[in-house]
């Protein structure tokens, strides 16, 4: 499955942005979806996570509260629709996917996702 990530931007504190990522190549129901992260100096960290049935979510829990996970078979795309965004959420973030059909208790580690998309700037200004 390819997987291309968009809709990152330049953002003040506070505000708020939508991330998509479109899956292509396989049937797009069948994978765990998750966002990571990476800060400038840092390694990067898991964000949040949805399983391939959608019925279960996971974040980080700097992110809880402000960050939602969701995703539309239909359109095979998972997004993550980021509020009350702070300077320290500034990363480049890339979505991944599992294996099909994977299921994990938390989704959280990034060598239970198998295909990686190019990663989109957010940065966000104090």
């Known amino acids: 499955v390819q997987l291309q990530a968009f809709g990152g931007g330049l953002v003040q504190a506070g505000g708020f942005l939508r991330l998509s990522c479109a899956a292509s190549?396989?049937?797009?129901?069948?994978?765990?979806m998750g966002w990571f992260r990476q800060a400038p100096g840092k390694e990067r960290e898991f964000v949040a996570a949805?399983?391939?049935?959608?019925?279960?979510?996971y974040y980080v829990d700097s992110v809880k509260g402000r960050f939602t996970i969701s995703r539309d078979n239909a359109k095979n795309t998972v997004y993550l629709q980021m509020n009350s965004l702070k300077p320290e959420d500034t990363a480049v973030y890339y979505c991944?996917?599992?294996?099909?059909?994977?299921?994990?208790?938390?989704?959280?580690?990034?060598?239970?996702?198998?295909?990686w998309g190019q990663g989109t700037q957010v940065t966000v200004s104090s």
């Open positions: 949805i399983s391939w049935s959608g019925g279960s979510t």
């Open positions: 991944a996917a599992t294996t099909p059909y994977y299921d994990s208790s938390s989704l959280v580690y990034e060598y239970e996702y198998d295909y």
């Open positions: 190549g396989r049937t797009f129901s069948v994978y765990a």
